[in-house]
C-alpha cells in the first residue's frame, strides 16, 4: 500500500522541483527555501490509528488518515505561503481534499502552518489511483518553532505542563513577529533596489 504513497509524493516533490526552477529561470525572488518529505512509517501510521481509536489495518489507514504521505515547503517569508498553496489548488489534476489556515489562525498551542490535503492522481501500468497528500506550508521561523515543539511535546505523553505550555505560546507569538519584522526589511530592500 505503501508504494502508492510512495509514488504520489514523488510526483507532489517533482511539482514543487519544476517551481523551483521556474523561479530561478525567471530570477525572480525564490520564495522557497526547501522542501522535505517522508512517508509515514508503519510504526507511526499503527500508533495514530490505535491513539484515534481505529482499528489497525491497511484498509483502515486508507480511510482514516490523510498524512501517510507528507511534503513539508519551508518559504521565506508568509505571504509566500499563501502563494505557493495557490500555485498548487490552481493544478488542475489534483483535487483540494482539505484546507487548514494555522497562518492567520494559528492553534491554541501557538502553531502555525498552512495545510493542504491534495489528492495526486497516480498513474501506473493498468489502473489510476487517487493518493491524498499532506502539504504544510510555513516559513523557517515558524518551521524552526513546529520542530523544537513537536520535540517537546513528545516528552511528555501525559500532556506538556502549563509554564512549558506558555512558554511556548509567547515564543510563537515572538516567532512571528520577527517573520513579520524580516518581511518589512525585505520590503525596503525591494523598495531601494
Ligand atoms: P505527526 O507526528 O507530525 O505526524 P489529521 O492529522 O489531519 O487527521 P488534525 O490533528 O486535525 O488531524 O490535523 P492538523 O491539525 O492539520 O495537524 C496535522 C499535523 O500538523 C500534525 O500531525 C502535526 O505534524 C502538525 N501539527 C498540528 N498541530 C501542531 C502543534 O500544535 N504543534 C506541532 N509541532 N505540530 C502540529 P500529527 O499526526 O498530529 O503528528
Known amino acids: 500500500m505503501l508504494v502508492l504513497y510512495r509514488c504520489a509524493l514523488k510526483d507532489l516533490n517533482t511539482r514543487m ?9 525567471r ?9 522535505k518529505h517522508r ?3 508503519y510504526e507511526a501510521i499503527a ?4 491513539r484515534r481509536n481505529h482499528p489497525v489495518t491497511a484498509e483502515s489507514a486508507r480511510a482514516n488518515l490523510s498524512d501517510i504521505a507528507g511534503l513539508r515547503c519551508i518559504c521565506s517569508y508568509a505571504k509566500d505561503i499563501f502563494f505557493i498553496a495557490e500555485v498548487f489548488k490552481r493544478q488542475p489534476d489534483m483535487k483540494v ?11 491554541p498551542s501557538g502553531y502555525r502552518s ?6 495526486v492522481p497516480v498513474y501506473l501500468t493498468d489502473s489510476v489511483h487517487h493518493i491524498p497528500v499532506e502539504i504544510q506550508i510555513r516559513t523557517q521561523a515558524m518551521d524552526f518553532w ?10 511528555y505523553k501525559q500532556g506538556m505542563p502549563q509554564h512549558l505550555a506558555e512558554g511556548l505560546r509567547q515564543c510563537a ?3 512571528y513577529d520577527l517573520d513579520e519584522r524580516m518581511y518589512k526589511i525585505q520590503e525596503l530592500i525591494d523598495i531601494a533596489y
Open 97 to 107: 481534499l482539505n484546507e487548514k489556515n494555522y497562518v492567520t489562525e494559528p492553534k
Open 27 to 35: 530570477q525572480e525572488n525564490n520564495p522557497i527555501e526547501h522542501i
Open 114 to 119: 498552512y495545510h493542504l490535503i491534495l489528492e
Open 39 to 41: 512517508v509515514k512509517s
Open 173 to 175: 507569538v515572538q516567532i
Open 17 to 25: 522541483e519544476i517551481l523551483l526552477d521556474d523561479f530561478n529561470n
Open 146 to 155: 513546529a520542530s523544537l515543539e513537536h520535540k517537546i511535546r513528545y516528552k
Open 47 to 50: 500508533e495514530k490509528l490505535h
